[in-house]
């Protein structure tokens, strides 16, 4: 039986103590763990067994790859072999690396031909849910199937009775259960990208959930689709939001009881199983209102684990993130524009001045402050000091959303809409509604060209991608 009670340190952590608390710097890491990866092609059945086959991209044949499991402080050493006709890279969405290890061809290290090996090594100074996944032909590579989940434990993980995975993917299938073609096409490009017409979790058909009543689950929700954004709505449960994009956040109840996953973004959430035993309840994804649909159901069980409520949720320690200075930070701009039924008529692509018709005739047709970013080392939109801290103002100019990624760090939204924001969530990705605005704050401690980027990758490859520079 689980011991509920608290410990010293939680219950300063309730009292809000422990957020406010300075940070101790990480000791030398603690163990190294070693894994190996190997991209290449495979057959999964992402239909169940009496469906057809899907040939694939995968790491180390599955779908998703391996989950990497580590401690915080752990080093992380992955041996990644290409068994892909095409060359790729892996990057380690959301965790703080070194520059060179970061995964992006040309801007952090030459990319991984076939038949090649790369060996990535770093320490994992956060805790929280992370992923991987190449940054090579990403729109395709990404969306044929090559992806993982990484998670660093905390030292001092909350108690839950079941600590659960959802990797959630889409696909477009045709009716032989193949991954249609037409990558990066102009459609999709120019639109809310390639959405698909299969919902995935961990590589398979959702499955409803047997569950027990009292039970508290830990859910990590990961949105690893190319374009799909997810807004899921647990009936008649309450999930607790208590970390976004792997940073822990204050836990509180999701706005509107809706958990919104952009492509990229991570919320881990607790839900305590309240309802009574026998009884069913759906999981539903009504991101896209016309099209909403069930994911799933939690089904309740006969047997009740414990009958007494449990204390509502604690915060997470806090990952030692540095906090930005708000009175001296540097302040900036970036205005995302482009896409049908937006406004911008021209953009600067190498150097030059496009109308929108050219730019499309190209197969772009997004910008970032009125320049096109294209290949790996797209224009620096942003030059920071080391240690400076930067306030960004990101504009979203555009009628579509966009999930936009910054690698390397982590940031603040202080506000959107110039309305402060309820938790000051620290995000590696933020999901812009269209004509949104959002102010983001951070520390330029990682040294290094980092990329910043729209995590719709059809759209990143279309044009909405910069370099934020941090000197060395
Ligand atoms: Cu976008």
Redesign the pocket.
């Known amino acids: 039986m689980t011991d509920w009670s608290l410990t010293r340190r939680e219950l300063l952590v309730a009292g809000g103590v422990a957020l406010a608390a300075p940070l101790l710097p990480l000791p030398a890491f603690a163990a190294e763990r070693t894994y190996t990866l190997r991209a290449g092609p495979a057959r999964v059945r992402l239909l169940g067994a009496t469906n057809p086959e899907t040939a694939v991209w995968a790491y180390n044949g599955q779908v998703p790859g391996p989950v990497i499991r580590a401690r915080q402080g752990d080093r992380l050493r992955v041996r990644v072999k290409n068994a892909l006709a095409e060359e790729t890279t892996v990057h380690w969405h959301g965790l703080r690396v070194p520059n060179e290890m970061d995964g992006v061809p040309e801007l952090t290290q030459r990319a991984i031909a076939p038949g090649g090996t790369f060996d990535y090594v770093f320490d994992l100074k956060d805790s929280g849910t992370y992923w991987y996944h190449p940054h090579a032909n990403g729109a395709e590579q990404v969306g044929r199937g090559l992806y993982g989940a990484l998670i660093v434990e905390e030292r001092d993980a909350p108690r839950v009775d079941r600590d659960l995975l959802w990797v959630i993917d889409d696909w477009r299938l045709g009716n032989d259960a193949a991954i249609s073609g037409g990558f990066n096409a102009f459609m999709d490009m120019s639109h809310a990208?390639r959405l698909g017409n299969i919902v995935t979790i961990n590589g398979a058909p959702p499955r409803d959930l047997a569950v027990r009543a009292g039970e508290r689950l830990r859910l990590r929700l990961v949105n690893v689709a190319n374009a799909r954004i997810f807004a899921l709505r647990f009936a008649g449960h309450r999930p607790v939001v208590i970390a976004y994009d792997g940073q822990p956040v204050a836990p509180h109840e999701a706005a509107d009881g809706r958990v919104v996953l952009g492509p990229g973004q991570r919320v881990d959430v607790i839900l305590d199983m309240t309802g009574k035993a026998g009884e069913n309840f759906v999981v539903r994804d009504d991101y896209y209102a016309r099209f909403a649909y069930d994911l799933l159901a939690f089904r309740y069980g006969p047997e009740s684990l414990r009958a007494s409520t449990l204390p509502p949720p604690v915060a997470l320690a806090a990952n030692p993130v540095a906090e930005p200075d708000l009175a001296t930070a540097k302040r900036a701009r970036l205005v995302f524009g482009g896409g049908m039924m937006g406004r911008m008529g021209s953009a600067r692509l190498d150097g030059r001045y496009l109308s929108m018709r050219e730019m499309m005739g190209r197969g772009l047709g997004?910008a970032v402050n009125g320049v096109v970013g294209t290949g790996h080392r797209p224009a620096t939109a942003l030059s920071l000091k080391r240690g400076e801290s930067c306030v960004l103002d990101l504009v979203n100019d555009t009628a579509?959303p966009?999930?936009i990624h910054l690698h390397g760090h982590f940031f603040r939204v202080l506000s959107r809409n110039g309305r402060p924001t309820a938790h000051r969530e620290w995000l590696d990705t933020v999901l812009l509604d269209p004509q949104e605005r959002a102010e983001i704050a951070f520390v330029a401690d990682n040294p290094g060209g980092w990329m910043l980027h729209?995590h719709?990758l059809e759209?990143q490859a279309g044009g909405?991608q910069a370099v934020v520079e941090v000197g060395t």
């Open positions: 990208g997004w579509w966009h999930p729209c719709i759209h909405m």
